[in-house]
Nanobody
Framework: QVQLVESGGGLVQAGGSLRLACVGS????????MGWFRQAPGKEREFVAA????????SYVDSVKGRFTISRDDGKNTVYLQMNRLKPEDTAHYYC??????????????????WGQGTQVTVSS
């Protein structure tokens, strides 16, 4: 059974940093697209960052470009999201997701196959 488990969330002051990790099990995650998404209360789940199968290509939502970095360590079946210069508007529940049908970048929520339970990120002003 495929499982994704996120960790690393917490409460941080504006301008601070957090590093989220997503560990996969039940299947080898190398060679497939991975992504990070977030959902704030009362809002739809939105795309944050994506990484292709090799880690050679990444994409980001405009609001996090230059502040967030997605990376992967396939030897550990893990995807990371380094978040720097955090802002109060980054407050949300963050989810990682795996798309076993695609090797390239995927920014579309509906196309991902598996999701973790998420980790809460709260940024105070």
């Amino acid at each position: 059974q495929v499982q994704l488990v996120e960790s690393g969330g917490g409460l941080v002051q504006a301008g601070g940093s957090l590093r989220l990790a997503c560990v996969g099990s039940g299947r080898t995650f190398s060679n497939y697209a991975m992504g990070w998404f977030r959902q704030a209360p009362g809002k739809e789940r939105e795309f944050v960052a994506a990484i292709n199968w090799s880690g050679g290509s990444t994409s980001y939502v405009d609001s996090v470009k230059g502040r967030f970095t997605i990376s992967r360590d396939d030897g550990k079946n893990t995807v990371y999201l380094q978040m720097n210069r955090l802002k109060p508007e980054d407050t949300a529940h963050y989810y990682c997701a795996a798309d076993f049908t695609m090797r390239g970048l995927n920014e579309h929520v509906a196309e991902y196959d598996y999701w973790g339970q998420g980790t809460q990120v709260t940024v105070s002003s």
